[in-house]
């Protein structure tokens, strides 16, 4: 094991090796700063191109790219309120607002150094996690997922601050949206409307990009003015001031990253879910919980750093038994086949040397990128300083193209446009945004992880209650949505 991991890190530090991964990383940035289109995209389009290159320089590539993909979204997320890919939605929440007060560089800083160390720290407990992977990933059938699921339904109810009635009304209509289309396990069409384009439910992407970055331009357009509303400064020094901000809540980084890795290797769920289930578990314990959604710097960090150690969880499912965490690791699959190595358990004892170079790549990959990003941030935040009326058509018109190249769908298109508006409306009238898109992202899960376990148990709802893994889950519930009470409880004895 030491001699394979030496040659791997031996063939990494050579020139061709490093001029592959600069470029994966650099192209990484790109296809996260565009929203819509994300790694998915990139890997599915670079596939051709590696047919021709060496298994080792292939697989350097695409841990270049897997490695810049969530830090080049976190840029758009902060800058202009437009996630580049679905995860960094969870970003936008403080990210944003710490731009609209003149400290774009400090969100970007914080976001840079969590994103590496959350990489790193992701791709730590990888490596730790292999020789027991099988045991931890077949601990989770349909009941563990669908109890993940209500945990992070369950955060609807307490991470809307003192906005709890909007905050359930915006979690129905997301839930609503997440039933409309092809039902999975019981057969039909539900909520179409006639219309083919629904069969397959409501788009997640163009939803996140016209109810962020779409609404957020009208808005800016009907106020005037520029993105940034502060007089914050964007010299180096506030960059670094978000760097140390990461260091003065490690807590929050371990944490968050933590909950990625262990949210990544579970098969299906996402990276989505692991931003906003961190975000929201950092939401509950902060002792200022009614300053996130205002520009918290934690609420930067906890849902960046897990969105990259989420890579690091989610090759585990992949490589250890081929089956894909997320839709990224699909076509990485796709990668693997093509140059001629079959996922699964005989990947771990023939071809060490390629887990542990692309092991290596990926972490390496999200170190470039956050240097890249803090090397650019002093001019990324000037972005900031533009007038919207210059602004908005361009990123108007970036969101829209991202929409429809996700599945070259013109309804994608307008999927975005409607929510734009309808994101539009939720701002103006003070309705979180938050509640609506956790509904969207988890609702589906919920419901097939749930048919799935009565068909298991005949029709018992025991199933949820009699093994260990949903039990924990369940107590985590508990404490989730007791947490508020106890603490507002604690306040009011305090001010007694």
């Known amino acids: 094991m030491t001699d394979t991991f030496l040659q791997a890190i031996t063939y990494l530090f050579t020139i061709e090796s490093l001029s592959y991964l600069a470029l994966g990383t650099v192209i990484g940035l790109l296809f996260g700063a565009i929203p819509g289109l994300g790694g998915t995209t990139a890997l599915a389009l670079l596939i051709p191109m590696t047919f021709g290159m060496q298994p080792d320089a292939a697989i350097v590539l695409v841990g270049g790219i897997m490695g810049g993909v969530p830090f080049g979204g976190s840029l758009s997320a902060i800058l202009l309120n437009t996630p580049g890919i679905a995860p960094n939605a969870a970003t936008c929440f403080d990210g944003y607002p710490l731009a609209r007060k003149g400290k774009a560089g400090i969100a970007i800083g914080a976001a840079a150094t969590a994103s590496a160390l959350g990489g790193l720290i992701g791709v730590g407990v990888m490596l730790a996690v292999i020789p027991v992977a099988k045991a931890i ?6 009941p563990e997922f669908f109890m993940l699921g209500v945990l992070g339904l369950s955060a609807i ?8 009635i909007r905050g359930l009304i915006s979690g129905g209509f997301g839930l609503i949206l997440a039933f409309v289309g092809f039902d999975e396990v ?12 629904l069969w397959d439910g409501v788009p997640l992407v163009p939803v996140l990009i016209g109810l962020f970055a779409i609404s957020e331009m009208i808005n800016l357009m009907a106020v005037g003015g520029q993105v940034s509303t502060g007089t914050g400064s964007a010299s180096v020094g506030k960059v670094f001031e978000g760097v140390q901000a990461v260091f003065n809540n490690l807590a929050t980084l371990i944490r968050g990253s933590s909950i990625g890795a262990f949210i990544g290797a579970v098969p299906g769920i996402g990276g989505t879910v692991a931003s906003f289930l961190s975000y929201t578990v950092t939401r509950q314990i902060s002792k200022k919980p009614e300053s996130f959604g205002k520009g918290n710097i934690q609420g ?3 849902s960046e750093a897990a969105n990259n150690a989420k ?12 089956i894909p965490g997320s839709a990224e690791m699909a076509v990485f699959l796709g990668v693997l086949v093509l140059h001629g190595f079959e996922p699964g358990p005989r990947l771990l004892l023939d071809h060490e040397n390629v887990i542990y170079g692309l092991v290596m790549a990926l972490a390496l990959s999200c170190l470039f990128a956050s240097a890249i990003g803090l090397c650019l941030s002093r001019y990324l ?14 990123v108007l018109s970036i969101a829209l193209i991202g929409a429809y190249a996700l599945q070259s769908s013109f309804g994608d298109v307008i999927v975005a446009m409607i929510f734009g508006v309808i994101g539009y409306f939720m701002v103006r009238f003070d309705y979180p945004r938050i509640t609506l898109v956790i509904a969207l ?32 889950l369940l107590v985590l519930i508990v404490i989730s949505l007791a947490l508020p009470v106890f603490r507002i409880l604690f306040s009011g004895r305090r001010k007694g």
């Open 137 to 142: 990933v077949l601990l989770f059938g349909p």
């Open 157 to 164: 109810a307490v991470s809307t601050g003192g906005k709890l």
């Open 186 to 197: 019981g057969g039909g069409l539900r909520y179409t409307a006639g219309i083919e384009y």
């Open 300 to 302: 930067v960090i906890a």
């Open 311 to 322: 890579d690091g969880g989610s090759l585990i499912p992949t490589l250890a038994f081929g």
């Open 381 to 394: 935040v000037l972005l900031t300083r533009t007038d919207v009326h210059y602004l908005a058509p361009i």
């Open 441 to 472: 992202v988890l609702g589906g899960i919920v419901e097939r992880s749930y048919h799935q376990s009565l068909m298991m148990s005949g029709g018992s709802h025991s199933i949820f209650f009699t093994r260990l893994v949903t039990d924990i």
